[in-house]
């Protein structure tokens, strides 16, 4: 699991890579789930729920979701974040990742 961050009230993920750090908002864009569980493999993250890949790197899809609705506008929100400042810069609509049933 990759650790997680709160900023501007949302849960961002924070990867790792030869000293460079990369923020992404941990809700899947397919159905906007937490992906803070989803299984990390070198430098993808496999969503838990339908089990898309995604690149933690360029935050593109790899792989689609095995489910029969479709994933539009399908690739992870970079979270540009400046940790000693706190300003951070979401490119794309973030949203609060919900869990099926769920209005947390
Ligand atoms: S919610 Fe992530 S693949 Fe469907």
Redesign the pocket.
């Known amino acids: 699991m990759l650790p997680v961050v709160t900023v501007k009230g949302y849960p961002v993920l924070v990867f790792e890579k030869d000293g460079k750090k990369y923020y992404w908002l941990a809700g899947?864009p397919?159905?906007?789930?937490p992906?803070n569980e989803g299984k990390v493999i070198e430098d993808k993250i496999e969503?838990?729920?339908?089990?898309?890949v995604f690149d933690l790197i360029t935050g593109r899809l790899v792989r689609e979701?095995?489910?029969k609705t479709p994933?539009t506008d399908c690739r992870l929100i970079r979270v540009k974040f400046d940790e000693k400042t706190g300003d951070a810069e979401f490119e794309g609509q973030p949203f609060i990742p919900e869990l099926p049933g769920s209005k947390v």
């Open positions: 899947c397919h159905k906007k789930r992906l969503c838990p729920f339908h089990h898309a979701p095995q489910s994933c």
